[in-house]
C-alpha cells in the first residue's frame, strides 16, 4: 500500500468512524439529553451531531476522490474536515455537556475549517490531475 492510498484508506476509515460517532450523538441527543437540558442547548448538539455527519461523508468523499484527483489540495479537504470536526462540533458537544463557556470560541474556528475544506475540494476537483 502506498501513501496515497494510505491516506485515502486512513480517510474513509476516519469518515466512517465520525458518521457512527454522530448517529449515536444524535441517538443520546434525542433519547438521553432531552430531559436535562434546556431545549436551546438540545438545538445546540443537534446542530453538532448533524454538522458532524455531513462532514463525515465529506471525509468519504474526499477519500474516493483521492484517487481521481492526485495533489496537495485533496489532502487539505480532508485535514480541514477533521479539524472542523473537532473543533465545531466538539466545542458544542462539550459545551452542552457542561464545559465552561469558553470552549464556544473554538465553534467558529471549526466553522471556518468546514469551509477551507470545500474549497479545498473545489481546487483539487479544478486543479488535480486526473489519474485513472
Known amino acids: 500500500m502506498n501513501g496515497s492510498t494510505g491516506a485515502a484508506r486512513a480517510f474513509f476509515v476516519i469518515g466512517c468512524v465520525f458518521a457512527l460517532t454522530s448517529v449515536a450523538a444524535g441517538a443520546f441527543g434525542a433519547h ?4 436535562i437540558v434546556p431545549a436551546q442547548s438540545l438545538v445546540a448538539f443537534e446542530t ?5 455527519m455531513y462532514h463525515a461523508l ?3 468523499v474526499v477519500a ?15 485535514v480541514a474536515f477533521v479539524i472542523g470536526i473537532l ?9 452542552v455537556l457542561g464545559a465552561p ?3 464556544g470560541i473554538a465553534a467558529p474556528f471549526g466553522g471556518i475549517a468546514f469551509m477551507v475544506g470545500w474549497l479545498a475540494l473545489v481546487m483539487a476537483a479544478y486543479t488535480g490531475r486526473a489519474s485513472g
Not at 453538532?48 to 458532524?52: E, F, P, S
Not at 484517487?67 to 496537495?72: E, H, N, T, V
Not at 473543533?87 to 459545551?95: D, I, N, R, T
Open 48 to 52: 453538532a451531531a448533524r454538522y458532524q
Open 58 to 60: 465529506a471525509l468519504i
Open 101 to 103: 463557556r469558553s470552549v
Open 87 to 95: 473543533l465545531f462540533c466538539g466545542s458544542l458537544y462539550a459545551f
Open 64 to 78: 474516493l476522490a483521492w484517487p481521481r484527483w492526485s495533489g496537495r489540495w485533496i489532502g487539505a479537504a480532508g
Open 32 to 35: 438521553g439529553l432531552r430531559q
